[in-house]
């Protein structure tokens, strides 16, 4: 895909009974190698493909963050999920008690996960099922989960809530932008898997109370 500055394509889509066809373009966009702004149930997230080094690089220097960032795989269930992470029995009730819901779970990465997604040091990755119906669909409609930052730029306290703010932010930096109307500003709970222990890396939009 060209990287030209041109706006960004702007998909409507609906957020409880998503179009099968804007959802198709969106994907298309995906797997041409384009980077999307798209909504969840927590905020605003920017997407590629797992493979896509280019993109995950452009999300990096979008967002200003180094090379141990923590992308996230945002997957369409359990069964995908357990793909690219290691789910021991303890682990595997907790998650699944948790999902689908704005939680992030990090966990240690399997051979699955490209090397430029998992945490360089730990080989860990964080994964997460959303509840929002056009994130879900996305992903369904990819077949494979989709590699993610929350979109928070540098220097901004919260993240865009609404598509047009984020086409006025990043309008020639992203290839798609989708509109399902406003989400929230909070980023997903971070639940800190990795070691065995449970550790709230950072208390976000899911409830601490109930781990």
């Given amino acids: 895909m060209a990287r030209s500055h041109r706006s960004a394509k702007y998909l409507d889509i609906h957020p409880e009974d998503p179009q099968p066809r804007l959802i198709e373009q969106a994907v298309s966009v995906l797997k041409d190698g384009g980077l999307i702004a798209y909504p969840t149930d927590s905020c605003y997230a920017?997407?590629?493909?797992?493979?896509?080094?280019?993109?995950?690089?452009?999300?990096?220097?979008?967002?200003?963050?180094?090379k141990d960032h923590h992308f996230t795989l945002v997957c369409a269930d359990f069964a995908q999920l357990g793909q690219f992470v290691l789910v021991s029995n303890p682990v595997f009730r907790l998650v699944k008690n948790a999902t689908p819901g704005p939680y992030t779970f990090i966990l240690p990465a399997t051979r699955e996960v490209p090397r430029k997604l998992s945490h360089p040091k730990k080989n860990t990755v964080g994964v997460r099922i959303p509840q929002h119906r056009v994130a879900h669909a996305l992903v369904e409609a990819l077949g494979e989960p989709i590699a993610s930052s929350?979109?928070?730029?540098?220097?901004?306290?919260?993240?865009p809530s609404e598509g047009w703010v984020v086409q006025d932010l990043l309008g020639e930096q992203v290839e798609a932008i989708i509109d399902s109307g406003e989400v929230g500003i909070e980023p997903t709970t971070v639940v800190d898997l990795s070691a065995g222990d449970l550790?709230?890396?950072?208390?976000?939009?899911?409830?601490?109370?109930r781990f």
């Fill in 46 to 66: 920017l997407g590629c493909t797992l493979g896509n080094a280019d993109a995950l690089e452009r999300i990096r220097r979008i967002r200003q963050v180094g």
């Fill in 150 to 159: 929350t979109l928070l730029l540098p220097g901004q306290e919260d993240p």
């Fill in 199 to 209: 550790v709230i890396a950072r208390e976000g939009a899911g409830d601490v109370t």
